[in-house]
């Protein structure tokens, strides 16, 4: 059974920074696509960050390229989101997902939850201005 567990969430000032780390356990680590995604009250769950477990490939949306850096330690079958420079519109809930899909489909769908099947519980981020 695929898990996945996020922590690091918490409050921040804007301009601040937060590590989020995703545990997984369950799968080969080594196969799968890694996302973060995040979730604003009344807004659609999107893509923020991604990453290839097999070969280190990433994927960063528009709105986080440059102040977010997405890692993983496949000794450790952990992914990071660090996260520098955090803005008010930062604030939401932060998930964690995987699944075995090949990159090309990460790339064309710009991280779409939709193609993710495995999920974390989320860990709530939140910018005070």
């Known amino acids: 059974e695929v898990q996945l567990v996020e922590s690091g969430g918490g409050l921040v000032q804007a301009g601040g920074s937060l590590r989020l780390s995703c545990a997984a356990s369950?799968?080969?680590?080594?196969?799968?696509?890694i996302g973060w995604f995040r979730q604003a009250p009344g807004k659609e769950r999107e893509g923020v960050s991604c990453?290839?477990?097999?070969?280190?490939?990433?994927y960063y949306a528009d709105s986080v390229k440059g102040r977010f850096t997405i890692s993983n330690d496949n000794g450790k079958n952990t992914v990071y989101l660090q996260m520098n420079g955090l803005k008010p519109e930062d604030t939401a809930v932060y998930y964690c997902?995987?699944?075995?899909?090949?990159?090309?489909?990460?790339?064309?769908?710009?991280?779409?939850?939709?193609?993710?099947?495995?999920w974390g519980q989320g860990t709530q981020v939140t910018v005070s201005s």
């Open positions: 997902a995987a699944d075995p899909i090949p990159w090309s489909t990460v790339v064309a769908g710009r991280i779409r939850a939709a193609d993710f099947g495995s």
């Open positions: 990453i290839s477990s097999s070969d280190g490939s990433t």
């Open positions: 369950g799968f080969t680590f080594d196969d799968y696509a």
